[in-house]
């Protein structure tokens, strides 16, 4: 079963800088897209920036111009560089992946969850 580890969250001031990353591990035969999203107290979960095996991205309008997502092949890792952090960015922060696994079966898997918090 595909696994999803996430670290990098954590407290910043507003204006700072974080950079989260999500390790896939577990019978994976090929990565098609991995992505980020988040989900504030209150609120429904967003997508904030997504991958795809052929390098294409997507960002929330929100995050448009100060998040950065990229990724290592060789460490089945996606990273999510984020600056300019504001107050609104306070999120819970989900890893998602789209695998094929060993199994040749499409496995949609999600991490546990990181914390960013952005103080003003």
């Known amino acids: 079963q595909v696994q999803l580890a996430e670290s990098g969250g954590g407290l910043v001031q507003a204006g700072g800088s974080l950079k989260l990353s999500c390790a896939a591990s577990?019978?994976?035969?090929?990565?098609?897209?991995m992505g980020w999203y988040r989900q504030a107290p209150g609120k429904q979960r967003e997508l904030v920036a997504t991958l795809t095996s052929s390098s294409s991205t997507n960002y929330s309008d929100s995050v448009k111009g100060r998040f950065t997502i990229s990724r290592d092949n060789a460490k089945n890792t996606v990273y999510l560089q984020m600056n300019s952090l504001k107050p609104e960015d306070t999120a819970v922060y989900y890893c998602?992946?789209?695998?094929?696994?060993?199994?040749?079966?499409?496995?949609?898997?999600w991490g546990s969850g990181i914390q960013v918090t952005v103080s003003s």
């Open positions: 577990g019978g994976i035969f090929s990565i098609n897209a």
């Open positions: 998602n992946a789209v695998v094929r696994t060993t199994r040749m079966v499409l496995d949609h898997a």
